[in-house]
């Protein structure tokens, strides 16, 4: 099954709420010919997009190759949040990697948050910025932790911008009695994803980038010139970038056995008017909570709720996607029982066994990056970054972010899926009780 078309239309975008609120750019064409770079990026999402924006400033003619649309994947659907960290706790990151490393890997991490802030501010993306998100924990018996790694981020890493919060204070904050508490981390925010994809193409554009659509990459050819090759034209190029996420290439085989695409929903209420969404979320702050399919949430510009949550078995987007978040939404906000839902759409996204993204080289001159784990606006922006100053000569932080490699899956690529269903199933059972 091709994800770059299971469940989407050739060349169109997704019925989302982000892609009602913005005017899309005009298409840009598929690649004719032959023609030669010094880079060829293969993805139109934050990492690609990113990756190509900082080489082409730096001096690079690159190409980038985008099968369907420039945000077209879960750079343009997914709900907007820009966290703290990395996607394992630094306790985790202690335990697998020791001190000095764990260290190293919180440093990236809030070089993540910085390099959004920066792109947004270098090249003027008006994508709807707030501060703020808040971490819900549904068991008491789990709050100590999360109040005591707050606790740690104040004393061992020198974070004061995360406070914890007892049921009282979550519940003032976000008006449901689901939480028992949580912790507020005003280091982190939020925005509108689609915006800030498309305002990345634009910067890319400017800076001299040649961008192609519906130009799927049919065939692959490695060398110390690699040729990558799609239906009507190929590059001739020194360095590859694959920076597909979860829509991983067939031409991928050592990240396929790493990396697995699943699906995720999100669906927007009608408007529910200034006060009545400052009655779900008092400070317009994001949400996630702690349920192993995460609940995530926030309040858009116009003061609807955006609810994403809900697990799926299938790589085949269900009937009903609306039922698919809003169930999971109606036992936060029962409230919202009779409220219409404007929108309910689906995306694909990457997940690592470990959690961490697959920061892989495929060869001398061939990068991958992908696996982001539901963590990826900071993190694949900022891998942009990366990837172009080891293309450039200065490999330092990746090679901090590839000595977190993710281990196979049980079984490989053929049976990954089969294997997280069962643990999925399991989580999900875990979750209810």
Not at 191 to 215: D, M, R
Not at 322 to 338: C, D, F, T, V
Request: hydrophobic share 40%.
């Amino acid at each position: 099954m091709d994800l770059l078309f299971a469940n989407d239309e050739r060349g169109e975008y997704p019925a989302s709420y982000w892609a009602s609120v913005v005017e899309t750019l005009p298409e840009f064409p598929p690649l004719k010919g032959e023609i030669k770079a010094d880079v060829c990026v293969i993805g139109a999402g934050y990492t690609g997009l990113s990756t190509a924006l900082h080489l082409a400033e730096a001096g690079y003619d690159v190409v980038l190759l985008e099968a369907q649309r420039v945000g077209f994947g879960a750079s343009g659907r997914n709900g907007g949040q820009v966290g703290t960290g990395q996607r394992l706790e630094q306790d985790a990151l202690e335990a697998m990697a020791g001190q000095g490393p764990a260290r190293a890997l919180w440093d990236i991490a809030e070089q993540s948050k910085a390099c959004v802030r920066r792109l947004l501010t270098k090249h003027n993306i008006d994508c709807d910025w707030r501060d703020g998100i808040i971490h819900g924990e549904l068991r008491q018996r789990n709050l100590y932790h999360g109040h005591a790694y707050a606790q740690k981020l104040n004393k061992e890493y020198a974070y004061d911008l995360i406070q914890p919060l007892d049921a009282e204070q979550i519940c003032a904050e976000l008006g449901t009695n689901a939480y028992c508490g949580g912790t507020k981390d005003m280091g982190a925010g939020h925005l509108n994803p689609f915006k800030y994809v498309l305002g990345l193409a634009q910067a890319a554009q400017k800076a001299g980038v040649q961008i192609f659509e519906t130009s799927k990459v049919v065939d692959h050819l490695d060398g110390k010139i690699a040729k990558t090759i799609t239906a009507k034209g190929q590059v001739i190029s020194d360095f590859v970038v694959w920076a597909g996420n979860g829509y991983i290439s067939k031409y991928q085989l050592a990240v396929e056995s790493r990396v697995m695409p699943i699906n995720n929903f999100i669906v927007a209420t009608e408007p529910l008017g200034e006060a009545a969404a400052k009655a779900l979320i008092k400070n317009d702050v994001a949400v996630a909570d702690s349920k192993f399919v995460v609940n995530y949430f926030k309040r858009s510009a116009d003061h609807r709720l955006i609810f994403g949550g809900g697990e799926s078995y299938g790589y085949k987007f269900p009937k009903d996607i609306a039922a698919k978040a809003r169930n999971p939404m109606l036992k936060i906000y029962p409230q919202l029982n009779n409220v219409k839902i404007d929108f309910a759409w689906g995306g694909t996204l990457a997940i690592t066994v470990n959690r961490m993204p697959n920061f892989q080289r495929l060869g001398a001159n061939v990068y991958s990056m992908s696996g982001y784990s539901g963590h990826g606006v900071a993190m694949a922006s900022l891998a942009g970054e990366i990837i172009a100053e080891t293309i450039q000569g200065t490999a330092e932080r990746f090679d901090v972010m590839a000595s977190m490699k993710p281990p196979r899956f049980p079984g490989g690529a053929l049976l990954r899926w089969p294997i997280l269903v069962l643990a999925m199933t399991w989580f999900s059972l875990r979750d209810r009780l």
